[in-house]
């Protein structure tokens, strides 16, 4: 099963943009990319997902490269309320996968 | 309008013993979907269930199982605990079938600990 890559932490100052990095290299055509975060003491929260065009909502923009193969999460202005574990997420027809995600900190 | 809930939020139970846990999902939702939390696994998919049907399952045993009332209301049972079931068990609900290719939302979780 395809599987995501991602850095094992970051760190951000307040009000800057932030940029997650997510590598998923053997994706398959199908498979949806979502993106997660989890408060500590909570379960996760959905952020973004996508399939092939880049997404924007009122939480972050999600770029998936054109070969699929990696994407980021961009987060405009980092807020200590960002601080979290984020998920990037391989979901197909039966199952979400789960990578081992990015603990981004914020600093003021 | 309430969020996902999940009862009990904490439990401990003893190897070779079995526990239910239980899951009320968004009004309306009609999928709902677990999860297992470890510090070791990170997050792993146990099933999912629509209409009272399991439409999909992750890879565990088959000491793993659930069912899922005609209110969507939804029960995991774990029987024969083993330590390595020590976890956090995530509900979350969604309104479409095939949970994973749409927003989920979870719930806070029941921590089970495994003497």
């Known amino acids: 099963d395809a599987k995501t890559t991602q850095p094992n932490s970051m760190e951000s100052n307040e009000e800057e943009p932030v940029h997650l990095p997510c590598n998923h290299s053997?994706?398959?055509?199908?498979?949806?990319i979502h993106w997660y975060r989890q408060l500590p003491s909570q379960g996760p929260e959905y952020v973004i997902h996508?399939?092939?065009s880049n997404v924007n909502n009122r939480m972050a923009s999600l770029a998936i490269a054109e070969d699929r193969k990696s994407s980021t999460l961009i987060l405009h202005r980092a807020t200590l309320r960002d601080a979290a574990v984020y998920y990037c997420?391989?979901?197909?027809?039966?199952?979400?996968?789960f990578g081992a995600g990015t603990r981004l900190t914020v600093k003021p | 309008k309430a969020g996902v809930t999940q009862t009990p939020r904490y439990l401990i139970k003893t190897r070779g013993q079995q526990v239910t846990l239980s899951c009320s999902p968004i009004?309306?939702?009609?999928?709902v979907s677990w999860y297992q939390q470890t510090p070791g696994q990170g997050l792993q998919f146990l099933f999912e269930?629509?209409?009272?049907?399991?439409?999909n399952k992750g890879n565990f045993p088959g000491r793993f199982s659930g069912r899922q009332f005609s209110n969507s209301r939804s029960e995991m049972n774990v029987s024969t605990l083993e330590l390595g079931d020590s976890a956090l068990y995530l509900c979350?609900?969604?309104?479409?079938?095939?949970?994973?290719?749409?927003?989920?939302?979870f719930g806070p979780g029941t921590r089970l600990t495994v003497l």
């Open positions: 979350a609900s969604s309104f479409h079938r095939s949970a994973p290719r749409n927003e989920q939302f």
């Open positions: 053997t994706i398959s055509g199908t498979d949806y």
């Open positions: 996508g399939l092939t």
């Open positions: 997420i391989l979901s197909g027809n039966n199952d979400m996968r």
């Open positions: 009004s309306g939702h009609r999928s």
């Open positions: 269930y629509f209409s009272e049907t399991q439409r």
